[in-house]
């Protein structure tokens, strides 16, 4: 566990970032990792001199498996509520399967690989027995957050999917993002996914319009916000890049970075 600022800390957990927030009623936790980071993200709490019980609210900023996979488990444990936006809502309760994005900005040999993603998501959730889970609040309401008295907003940030969302924190200056940015050698770039990349452009505008100190990704360590770089390449859906790049992409899709 690292402290990102003040109240903020960043919980690594399986396979992405969760970050835990004190609230003056209570802890909120942004993002669960992959089915299995409970207990890791329990001890976190503990080391914060808190009981599970203080967890109020678990946010999720969007629907991937890496980052909505430990919420049943945390919400029975706990007692917290689940947030996310009403698009995601779906995902997390396993009455819809996430598809291939329909658009992206990633090279040929990873564009073939994404007509196999359909196939290899479902397997995935049979090989690690992904929990589905209700999510209780909309985290469009503003009142989602006012429950545990938190200073900030959730942001729609569409792009990469259509539900994600960015948890702003108004005393800190700190974004929490998902994986609308992701960290990559000392600097926040777009992701690696995306269901569209117009809307991407736009929220990464929308989230640097907020004027965030820090920007916390799901991916990678916290940065200053003065890091984000979006490659022009990112505008354009068909791409050709250099071998060397390609191949460390593909890794990276490859650890699961979704
Ligand atoms: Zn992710
Ligand atoms: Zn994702």
């Not at 992959?34 to 019980?53: C, F, H, R, V, Y």
């Not at 819809?96 to 990633?106: E, K, R, T």
């Not at 196999?116 to 469009?140: E, M, N, P, S």
Request: charged share 25%; proline share 6%.
């Amino acid at each position: 566990m690292r402290k990102v600022a003040e109240g903020v800390y960043r919980v690594p957990a399986r396979a992405a970032n969760t970050y835990l927030v004190e609230a003056p009623r209570g802890l909120v936790l942004v993002d669960s990792g992959l089915p299995g980071s409970e207990n890791g993200i329990l001890k976190a709490i503990a080391k914060l001199g808190k009981k599970p019980s203080d967890l109020k609210l678990v946010l999720l900023t969007h629907r991937h498996l890496d980052h909505i996979g430990s919420a049943a488990a945390l919400k029975k444990r706990t007692g917290a509520k689940l947030a996310s936006h009403p698009f995601e809502k779906p995902y997390a309760a396993g009455t819809l399967v996430i598809q291939a994005p329909g658009a992206w900005s990633l090279y040929g040999r990873i564009v073939r690989k994404l007509t196999t993603l359909g196939y290899w998501t479902l397997k995935l959730f049979r090989i690690i027995k992904f929990q589905t889970a209700h999510v209780d609040l909309a985290a469009d309401e503003e009142s989602v957050l006012e429950e545990v008295g938190l200073d900030g907003s959730v942001v729609w940030t569409p792009g990469h999917t259509k539900g994600s969302v960015t948890l702003f924190l108004n005393q800190s200056s700190v974004a929490i993002v998902g994986d609308l940015l992701r960290a990559r050698r000392g600097r926040l770039v777009e992701p690696l996914l995306m269901e569209s990349i117009p809307q991407t452009l736009a929220s990464v505008k929308r989230v640097l319009d907020l004027g965030p100190q820090i920007i916390c990704p799901g991916h990678g360590k916290p940065l200053p916000a003065s890091t984000v770089r979006i490659k022009k390449r990112a505008a354009k859906p068909v791409i050709l890049a250099k071998k060397k790049e390609e191949e460390e992409d593909l890794e990276e899709l490859a650890s699961g970075l979704f």
